[in-house]
């Protein structure tokens, strides 16, 4: 690993101890640091000073490069910002479809450029808003969607070829995929051009949010066919969009993030190869999604990292020859977890903060939270702020006319290659415990979560990590108010008689044959999206096909972990 | 004798980390912790709690249905012929919500910046001032 | 097998029994009146008792949920006491077991209770026993014992179970090896979960030329417990032995015996060596009066003089 035309940075070294000498030691001796030891968010310590020294092993065109080129360290694109600025790109969704589409137009008509779809809880584990598991959540943390006409709905007067639409949901992805083309196909849009993303990462579900209906197994299938059809049938569609934002909301380390959404990300790509579907062909429309925390040095080289990982890993172990799939392109959003309840205008400085760590990482689209985060789903002033803060970095700081203008720091190139390092010890103990889902099977990643969310926890209660407002500096005084979201109460109740209304204009014999051609399917190894979308345009619902295919598949029961 | 406690994790959501951590530091803290799993209708939460004897439930939710399972636990305890078991909850609440949790019977609600010290004193609290263990001591005790 | 229909137990009656079993546990009553607030129990026999052990990640609670969901399809209603290991330092414990068999929560036939393993080392809790005495007495046919499966040979469960299964996984074929010695003083029945990973064949010939090696004749049998493969097998051999379960109340007896020995010489120790003269050695190896290894002999002493010579 050592370069031979670069000079041995003795002549640093040794400057470096003769400042430690003549410099530093006198200074501390009258003066101690207030630490011991300054630690990342993630626990990693901190060097008092990082110097050339630190990054001599690191080679600039093998490890960091052009943007553009793999391995992509310094960003996916060639021009990145200058091009134009990342999508903006606020999730919304409550209530009815009805609703949420009032809330999408509004943040269209205040300069967003893309669209990003919360669903309420039922319609994210596969329950129709009138099963009885669903009562108290319908519409309440995102959109209630149980049929291809709640989807029209959504997206009513939205050109879907014009602006990109991310959808967020996993267990029951490939359902809202299936009504999402139906809509498409009924007023009158050209699959080809559309382009948007959805979610549909099963494995950070076993791993970290925990939302979920079948066994890893045949829910891995339901991914590889909905990628498999994609590909085929929407070339500028995302069918997959990795995510690392859940695992660290878990309370996974920064390294841990991207470390298991990798992993996860080259299980979904062997999944996918076996159906004999070539690593070039598909894996440019692999996409992913990170959190970015508070902790502005890390996550900075988090993100640069990640991209050179995912490059080496496509070209070695995969054999990517396109450069297109090795290039890792994300979505971020600020972190929720970072948001706190108490003095919640406070949350806009951490969301700012996290944001420019985004966009100095070299995101492609984000999204800031609301400063109401921590205590509800947000209200229209607070995602404007949110919005305003992204047009703010994007309009005045000048970060985005030079593209990762943080190349180079000694901390930033030194952070960047150890987590790099620390990523590839992982994948080697992932490989070694038989692979991705042996160890969601075997509880590995969830131990391994549970202890850092754990260890992060006591940091916070021993004052080794502070919250400003909480933590340290605290205010007991009444808590500042904010005008929160309101929750419309009568929602649920429109939406169950919309339910109504799509189940008697309905044909039931078509419906029934429809889901019995999916559990047909099902047992077979045949795509699974044809069927689906067929089950979908005569307007079966969401539940209905989840259902069809429960005494299929099994249902999964989680090994609590602690 | 340790206090025994039902972790209790209602709705949809699968946001599991405060509920683990809280599970953990009462451990630490020298209390008995069931933990229910996540997705549990309020049935099988009572259910859960009758069985386990606990002293205290704590449902922790954070999807925006407590005003529907706080209500119904409460209602099914009182159904099982129930009526000493401490119910307490945290996460996100809205401050609005409080107040009527608590004329429901609700007796300590913690929002999302309570500490785990915060969380022990309070059920150390709640069980002292409603809880059964003492009554049924000295209930034992006298009959003996 | 004729499928009875599934019977069932009191709601009012498992609260009782949940309150019985913690007046035992923490001692609020004796264990001869802590059944006194529930019915008589009406079959002559008394319930049948599965113990299920075997090491940590095994599989043992989802093996337990298949068993309730084959004994309930036979009519059977089921206890399952699921002990879990208490913190030794904090005296904390998190019980998790019932997670795994949630399916049953809405099932009147089924009650679950878990227990912390509290002070006692050997699988279950001190108070085990009697939970079991009065599940039996509230009326459940079967009651299965899972214990905490921390690593070591859980013994004690043959002092409470008429039959004992030990799981095992192929991964984790080098526990056969470590805790080979107690595993055919114990075993009923051998299952071998999760038979669909790489290595289980391996494993149950292990076991099988370890059964023969000791001259008993113990089934070594293969499971799936995630997807029920093989759990029909698990039932075949349990309904087997519970036609003759008798056969082991000699050696559930010896074991009841022991152990009951040894709580008592526990207790008398712990009172010596919280007394006053156990105090001052303690103290003076605080002070550094005297060595680590004078203050171990001292105390030795001390505790075995009281246990052996008490009356």
Same mark, same amino acid.
């Given at each position: ?5 670069? $000079? ?54 093998? /490890? ?51 669209? +990003? ?25 995102? =959109?209630?969607?149980?049929?291809? /006409? ?5 997206? #009513? ?37 559309? !382009? ?90 692999? !996409?992913?999604?990170?959190? +970015? ?67 100095? %990482?070299?995101?492609? !689209? ?9 205590? !509800? ?31 180079? +720091? ?23 415990? %038989? ?28 004052? $080794?990590?502070?919250?400003? %407002?909480?933590? #340290? ?9 904010? $005008? ?25 014999? #078509? ?36 259902? =069809? ?14 | ?144 | ?25 923490? @001692? ?6 802590? @059944? ?136 984790? &074929? ?7 010695? @107690? ?46 493969? @093989? ?46 003269? &156990? ?33």
């Amino acid at each position: 690993m050592k370069m031979v035309e670069r $000079e041995t940075p003795t002549g640093v070294e040794a400057g470096r101890d003769e400042w430690e000498q003549l410099t530093l030691l006198p200074f501390t001796a009258r003066r101690p640091e207030r630490r011991e030891s300054f630690r990342t968010l993630s626990g990693t310590e901190l060097q008092r000073l990082y110097t050339p020294a630190d990054i001599a092993e690191s080679d600039y065109l093998r /490890d960091t490069g052009f943007p553009g080129q793999p391995p992509f360290t310094r960003g996916p694109y060639a021009t990145m910002y200058r091009a134009q600025p990342w999508t903006m790109r606020q999730i919304a969704g409550f209530g009815t479809a009805d609703d949420t589409n009032q809330r999408f137009r509004y943040l269209i008509a205040q300069g967003q450029t893309g669209i +990003s779809t919360d669903f309420d809880m039922p319609t994210l584990m596969g329950y129709d808003s009138d099963d009885p598991r669903s009562e108290g959540e319908v519409g309440r943390e995102g =959109v209630a969607v149980d049929s291809v /006409d709640d989807v029209l709905a959504l997206y #009513k007067d939205i050109d879907l070829e014009k602006i990109s639409v991310s959808m967020t949901i996993n267990p029951s992805a490939w359902v809202v995929f299936a009504m999402y083309l139906v809509a498409a196909e009924e007023r009158g849009f050209d699959w080809k051009k559309l !382009s948007g993303t959805i979610q549909n990462d099963i494995v950070k579900e076993y791993i970290s949010q925990k939302e979920w209906v079948y066994p890893p197994r045949p829910a891995m299938r339901l991914v590889r066919d909905s990628i498999a059809f994609s590909v085929r049938h929407l070339p500028h569609y995302n069918p997959v969009n990795v995510s690392g934002y859940h695992t660290r909301e878990a309370g996974s380390t920064a390294i841990q993030e991207v470390a298991f959404t990798l992993a996860a990300g080259a299980a979904y790509v062997d999944e996918v190869r076996k159906l004999g579907v070539g690593v070039d062909e598909f894996a440019p429309r692999l !996409s992913f999604f990170f959190v +970015s925390q508070i902790d502005f040095l890390e996550e900075v080289a988090k993100f640069r990292a990640a991209r050179r990982i995912w490059a080496r890993m496509m070209k070695d172990r995969f054999g990517a020859t396109k450069p297109e799939a090795m290039r890792l392109r994300f979505h971020t959003q600020t972190a929720g977890a970072s948001c706190t309840a108490r003095e919640p205008l406070n949350n806009i400085a951490r969301t700012a903060i996290e944001a420019l760590a985004a966009v100095l %990482g070299g995101t492609q !689209s984000l999204h800031t939270n609301g400063y109401d985060e921590a205590l !509800s789903i947000p209200s229209e002033p607070a995602m404007k702020i949110a919005l305003r803060t992204q047009q703010i970095i994007a309009e005045e700081t000048g970060v985005a006319g030079t593209i990762d203008a943080l190349a180079g +720091s000694y901390a930033i190139e030194r952070l960047t290659s150890d987590i790099e390092a620390a990523c590839l010890e992982y994948f080697a103990e992932i490989d070694k415990r %038989g692979g991705v889902v042996r160890c969601i099977e075997d509880n590995y990643f969830q131990q391994e979560i549970a202890d850092a969310a754990y260890d992060l926890y006591k940091r916070k209660e021993r004052h $080794e990590w502070e919250l400003v %407002g909480v933590t #340290k500096y605290r205010d007991n005084s009444a808590n500042p108010h904010v $005008e929160l979201h309101h929750v419309d109460e009568a929602a649920s109740q429109r939406q169950l008689e919309k339910l109504a209304a799509t189940k008697a204009r309905r044909d039931e014999k #078509k419906v029934e044959a429809a889901l019995a051609e999916v559990a047909r399917v099902a047992a077979t190894d045949e795509n699974i999206m044809p069927a689906t979308i067929e089950a979908v345009r005569v307007r079966a619902t969401g539940g209905e096909i989840v259902n =069809v295919l429960r005494p299929i598949f099994g249902t999964y029961v989680e090994t609590p972990i602690f | 004798m340790p206090i025994k406690v039902l972790v209790a994790k209602p709705g949809l959501d699968g946001h599991d980390r405060g509920a683990k951590i809280v599970a953990r530091a009462l451990r630490d803290a020298g209390m008995e912790v069931v933990y229910t799993g996540l997705h549990q209708t309020p049935e099988m939460i009572v259910t859960a709690a009758v069985q386990e004897d606990v002293d205290v439930i704590g449902i922790s939710i954070l999807s925006g249905a407590h005003m529907t399972v706080f209500p119904k636990v409460l209602k099914l305890l009182g159904e099982r012929g129930v009526d000493d078991i401490v119910v307490i909850g945290g996460g996100v609440i809205q401050e609005a919500d409080g107040p009527k949790l608590k004329a429901l019977g609700v007796r300590e609600l913690f929002d999302s910046d309570a500490t785990t010290q915060d969380l022990i004193d309070g059920i150390e609290r709640v069980v002292a001032e409603f809880g059964r263990a003492q009554k049924r001591t000295d209930a034992a005790r006298s009959t003996a | 097998m004729a499928a009875a229909a599934p019977r069932t137990i009191a709601l009012v009656v498992q609260r009782d029994l949940a309150r019985a079993i913690t007046a035992i546990e923490n @001692g609020y009553a004796s264990a001869s009146a802590a @059944g006194d607030t529930l019915p008589p129990r009406r079959e002559s026999a008394p319930a049948y008792v599965v113990g299920v052990t075997g090491p940590p990640g095994a599989g043992k609670s989802t093996l337990v949920d298949r068993l309730i969901e084959s004994f309930r399809s036979n009519g059977d209603s089921v206890a399952v006491i699921a002990v879990d290991p208490s913190s030794p330092f904090t005296h904390g414990a998190v019980l998790g077991d019932r997670v795994r068999m949630q399916r049953h929560s809405g099932d009147h036939g089924v009650f679950i209770r878990s227990m912390a393993s509290r002070e006692s080392g050997g699988g279950i809790a001190p108070t085990t026993h009697h939970a079991i005495a009065l599940a039996s007495r509230a009326g459940f046919d079967v009651v299965i014992v899972e214990t905490v499966g921390v690593g070591q040979v859980e013994l004690e469960v043959v002092g409470v179970a008429d039959v004992v299964i030990v799981v095992t996984v192929p991964a984790l &074929g080098d526990s056969v090896q470590t805790i080979k010695a @107690g595993l055919t003083e114990i075993a009923d029945l051998f299952v071998v979960n999760m038979a669909d990973r790489p290595g289980a064949n391996k494993t149950s010939v292990d076991l099988k030329h370890m059964v023969r090696e000791s001259g008993k004749s113990i089934p070594v049998l293969q499971t799936i417990a995630r997807d029920g493969t @093989g759990v029909g097998e698990v039932m075949a051999a349990l309904t087997e032995s519970r036609g003759h379960h008798h056969t082991n109340a000699a050696r559930s007896v010896r074991f009841d015996v022991v152990r009951e020995v040894r709580d008592r010489a526990v207790r008398r120790a712990l009172d010596v060596l919280d007394g006053s003269r &156990g105090r001052s050695i303690l103290e003076r190896l605080a002070n550094r009066e005297m060595t680590r290894a004078v203050a171990r002999e001292e105390l030795l002493d001390l505790a075995l003089e009281e246990v052996i010579h008490a009356d």
